[in-house]
């Protein structure tokens, strides 16, 4: 398998507020773009030819990945869905076997050689990935039913299923005649079902089952995680780094790096160039941080922990389970516990749980609730929908350039649109829309006061 279809067009409306000024292939995972991890997976697989097809936001898909060779891109416009993108992307192809990946998944490479070693073994026509549910709502993805190793049919959004498809597919070039094919809607739904008009690319699996071709099916082995909506941005974050510390069994200093005697190291560290690990520093667990970072004076960090560049960690602060991204602060008595875009300010005395976009300043005793008093998780409205997410229902998804006041109170699963203010002692209880202030109104009684009112 020397080709793959990398889809990273679509619009991202779902995964607001991250998608909406950024393409979402983009968003960062473990501080790095889901679509260059991806090609980097591709690669490792031995993929030589990869084609990347763009649309919307597409300037920034080429950015994140343009410096890697044999990559071409093809523009999706207008964008009509996953089986119009990849017939864009075969006019390049002239007539090999290829993978197609949707660009906004997170998965490990091992997935990756799977699909493609089972597909040659098999000599299968083609092969798709699949996904045991788990606590996953059905009706929230497209299902696959399948026996004896091979698809026995599709239903989109069902009211129950067992397996979701995952968006990776592995063709013979015989597959084109079906994608061109496809009706332009997913016909396989139940009834009452409100599919919208697009062309799926697993409407034309399904004319293929119809027409008696076997598709394989092949489950996944490690995680994956198909970043659909905010809460899967933390999930991804967690579950991958969670993997890669899983990877780790000694300490990897690089030149320059210092860790002070007086610091408390209960597990591995791999640190970049010129980082510095203070006294009093706390480590439980598995800590990777990049280059020229400060970490130091009775920081704590638990759980598995990925840094990023030019960080400083301080001052008594404490870090959970965390991804931190470039250039950010984390300073005295803060808490963090989720995922920090690059350049987030958490100078001190605020406890922050959730996923804040870039260049985010967070002001002091700014606080995220993350319990309610019904113990219950928050129900959170996806386009007029109202879902439960099985994954971080109660934390807080803020968006890029964003602020808060001093005393500022977010309730449990609030979302926050980019460019807004939620300004000082505010309690927030609703989610904000994008480029939106928020202040408290305060009424002040003034009465008179002195010696004769204490009673001197």
Known sequence: MNNAIVLAAGLGRKVWPYGEFRQKCTIP??????????????????????????????????????DISNIEFVTQNPQNGTADAVLTALNNLNGDNFLVVYGDIVTTSDNLRNIIE??????????????????????????????????RGIEGHPRGGSHRLCGIYA????????????????????????????????????????????VLAVETTDFFVDVDKPWHVLEANRRLVDYLSKQIDADQIAEGAKISDAADINGNVVLGKNTVIGPRVVVNGTLVAGSNNNITNGAIV???????????????????????????????GAEMSGVMFDKVFLYHYCEMSGVF?????????????????????????????????????????????????????IMPGRWIGSYSVIGPGVILYDDVPSKTMVLAKQELITKPWGPDRYGW
């Open 171 to 214: 063709f013979k070039s015989t597959a084109k005649p079906y994608l061109l094919r496809n009706p332009g809607i997913v016909t396989q739904v139940p009834v009452g079902g409100m599919p919208p008009p697009e062309s799926e690319i697993a409407q034309s699996i399904q004319l293929m089952i119809d027409e008696g071709i076997d």
């Open 29 to 66: 995972v473990a501080n790095k773009p889901i679509i260059r991890r991806i090609v980097e997976n591709l690669i490792e697989v031995g993929i030589d030819r990869i084609i990347v097809v763009v649309g919307h936001y597409a300037q920034q898909v080429r950015g994140a990945v343009a």
């Open 302 to 332: 638990h759980g598995n922990i990925l840094i990023g560049n030019q960080c400083r960690i301080s001052d008594y602060c404490h870090i959970d389970s965390s991804t931190i991204g470039n250039r950010c602060i984390v300073g005295h």
């Open 118 to 151: 089972d597909f040659y073994r098999q000599n299968a026509e083609v092969a798709a990935l699949v996904q045991l549910l788990n606590d996953e709502d059905a009706s929230n993805w497209l299902c696959a039913k399948f026996s004896d190793g091979c698809l």
């Open 357 to 409: 976009g870039n260049a985010t300043d967070i002001g002091a005793a700014t606080v995220c609730g993350t319990l309610r008093f019904d113990d219950r998780d928050t129900v959170i409205q996806i386009e007029d929908r109202n879902e439960v997410p099985s994954y971080g229902a109660n934390a807080t998804y803020m968006g890029d350039y964003c602020r808060t006041g001093v005393n500022a109170m």
